[in-house]
């Protein structure tokens, strides 16, 4: 019964292996929203250092209550609909945002046993394909508020996001050529078999993953769709209480999810230095590398230009993104023959 | 090229940061040390003032209002003087139109209050803040006594 139920992956559809999977997503929403809490303190905090500040340090013990009160804060607060919005599309926009983004953490192996995650055979697939629907709630959400601000955002995010998605998957696949295959557990397993990380083959590709995922995510130096100097707060300017809390809840779920996808494709994964244990102890160090670089960048980088931003997807990385494939066939044809 | 390694320069300008002594001040614990010349809350000295309604008129935000009666020694003496703190936008005017300096500005700003009525102040509560603010900044009380005698000295010159 229990291996059922912790090994669902790989049974037969039964009722315990469905109370598997209902505890798998009930557990990984609750780690994901306790990740989520951390990672808004953690971006506070280090980026409060960087400036010469000290970040919040009032609430609870080195103010590690603050972001539980900020989250409490905005669910207690009123549900304000716009007068002239168009009703239903802004009350789902929101959910249209986050439930891919929370349905993308099914594909990401935190650990090699898959006690809660889905070890899908097209999980680099799934996971291009499911962001994708965000941004339609993000344009929905924009549109819906009847505000110049917001689908001003709104429209600036669909353009930035469709266009930086291609060399993101782009740069995938290279991974995903070195590998053979679409499975991203298979692909940390090929790292461990070949004892060499993605990220030295394909050091090309993991630069243009890392500016095409942090374009995607919206984060700065790319934050062109909430650009708070120009666009109030850009697609969500309308929004308040829980349904903000929503918008702001896929982001950061985005954000953990893509470091778990750079670690994974990337930087191995769940292995780590010397053959040691702990799975899941290398993966969230890696995975915090990324969302610390994430941070690093926004306390640096002033924000792009709105008219240089499609031209340096289109011209510049799409371009090395091909070329990194090119270079990615030559190494499985000469170096890494799996 | 160059614009690459200005990228780099930038991030290692970030990540030096992080290791250095913080300047934040543990506001509400620390307090800084406010110049002399802060403007922030008034303080009122009411013997001084000889109702001649020109605060009231140059305020941009209409937020003072006073009145005064004619005593037996023929000079107007003040009865009644509030500033609305909801609108007074501590710009210094009314201290710098000031013909006796009745009215300056101390270092006090904090006025959040529970309602609306509690940030309406009223002569005492000004003058006690005269008076709390030189406690303060270890000024003598009497200094107000003897700028009212002198100002008597130069009406009776007059």
Known sequence: ?338 | MSGVLGLLKGLGVTLGQLPKKKVTLMYPDVQPEWPDRYRGVHKLMPDLCIVCNQCARICPTSCISLSGTRGEDRKLHLETFDINFEICILCDLCTEVCPTEAIQMTDTFELAEYNRDAIYKDMNWLTENGKQHALRKGLSLESTEEAVEQNNQLEGNA
């Open chain 1, 1 to 338: 019964m229990w291996n059922n139920v912790l090994h669902w992956v790989d049974q037969p559809f039964t009722s315990a292996t469905y109370l598997g999977m209902l505890l798998g997503g009930v557990l990984t929403l609750a780690i994901t929203l306790g990740a989520v809490t951390y990672t808004i303190y953690g971006e506070r905090k280090i980026i409060g250092w960087m400036q010469g500040r000290v970040g919040p340090n009032r609430v609870g013990p080195f103010g590690l209550m603050q972001s539980i009160a900020d989250i409490l804060k905005l669910l207690i607060k009123e549900d304000i609909v716009p007068a002239k919005a168009d009703k239903a599309l802004f009350m789902i926009a929101p959910i249209i945002t986050y439930v891919p983004a929370f349905a993308v953490l099914a594909v990401i192996p935190y650990t090699f046993h898959h006690y809660f995650t889905a070890r899908l055979n097209i999980g680099v697939l799934y996971y291009i394909a499911l962001s994708s629907i965000s941004i339609i709630g993000i344009v929905l959400g924009g549109w819906a508020s009847n505000n110049k601000y917001a689908i001003i955002g709104g429209l600036r995010s669909a353009a930035q996001m469709i266009s930086y998605e291609i060399p993101l998957a782009l740069s995938m696949l290279g991974v995903v050529l070195l590998s053979g295959s679409l499975d991203i557990t298979r692909i940390i397993e090929v790292q461990q078999q070949n004892g060499l990380w993605n990220v030295f083959p394909q050091i090309l590709g993991f630069i243009v993953f890392l500016i095409a995922a942090t374009a995607e995510l919206a984060r700065a130096p790319f934050d062109l769709p909430e650009a708070e100097s120009e666009l109030v707060s850009g697609y969500f300017t309308e929004y308040s209480g829980f349904r903000f809390a929503f918008y702001m809840l896929s982001e950061y779920v985005y954000l953990i999810a893509m470091a778990g996808l750079a670690a994974a494709l990337f930087l191995g994964g769940w292995t780590g230095p010397f053959g040691l244990g702990w799975g899941w102890f290398w993966y969230a160090i890696k995975s915090f590398l990324f969302i610390f670089l994430m941070f690093w960048l926004r306390a640096t980088m002033p924000r792009a230009r709105v008219d240089q931003l499609m031209g340096f997807a289109w011209k510049y990385l799409i371009p090395l993104a091909i070329l990194n494939l090119l270079i990615s066939a030559v190494e499985k044809l000469y170096w890494l023959k799996g």
